[in-house]
């Protein structure tokens, strides 16, 4: 069966720090990749989206990067952080045009 | 643009009362509807899938319809128990990767 996995679990990270969470998933090969953001009485927001190595499409504008060195690696990062970027960051993958998620990483920019 | 809407924010209901959550949205072009359940902390748990060439999916006690010519999909949770407690979130798909989320709604099964 699949599984996907992120961490770290909780970070919390002083402005103007950079940032690098990972993804991982198993089970799967050639998988739909995608980071979303989750912050507080919002929905989620799409991120990036990946459909294969190397492949990247942002989705808005933003102080983020995303890379996908591996097939089932997704990495997000960031050269600086910014208080807005406080939030709960949500891994997927998809199958057969459903998504299934990641545990999350709860990030706090201080 | 897909966007996504769903009413009540919150709802309490007794153990063993029907829960009846309402979603729509806006392009009746819809790819596909899939619901979600994520509990405080955690990620998401995907519940159904409703393709657009389907008008419901069931699973156990919850049974999700999609209705494209009036732009709602409902998720019927049957017997609810105070584990069915959680926020349920839809999503539409306008295409094969991108979803467009509802804020939720959060849902109280009271002992």
């Not at chain 2, 769903?6 to 509807?33: H, K, R, W």
């Amino acid at each position: 069966s699949q599984t996907i996995h992120q961490w770290p679990a909780t970070l919390v990270q002083p402005v103007g720090s950079p940032l690098s969470l990972e993804c991982t998933v198993e089970g799967t090969s050639n998988p739909n990749l995608y980071w979303y953001r989750q912050a507080a009485g919002r929905g989620l927001q799409l991120l990036f989206y990946s459909v294969g190595i190397g492949q990247i499409s942002s989705e808005v504008p933003q102080n983020l990067s995303a890379s996908r060195p591996q097939d089932r690696q997704f990495i997000l990062s960031s050269k600086k952080l910014l208080l807005s970027d406080s939030g709960f960051y949500l891994c997927a993958w998809s199958e057969n045009n459903e998504q299934f998620f990641g545990p999350g990483t709860r990030l706090t920019v201080l | 643009k897909q966007e996504v809407t769903q009413i009540p924010a919150a709802l309490s209901v007794p153990e063993g009362e029907n829960l009846v959550l309402n979603c729509s949205f806006t392009d009746s072009a819809i790819y596909n509807l899939q619901w979600f359940r994520q509990d405080p902390g955690k990620g998401l748990t995907s519940l159904l899938l409703i393709q657009s060439s389907q008008r419901e999916q069931t699973s156990g006690r919850l049974n999700a319809s999609l209705d494209k010519s009036s732009g709602r999909s409902t998720l019927y949770i049957a017997a609810s128990q105070p584990g069915d407690s959680a926020t349920y979130l839809c999503a539409g798909a306008i295409n094969d990767y991108k979803l467009s989320f509802g804020a939720g709604t959060t849902v109280t099964v009271r002992a």
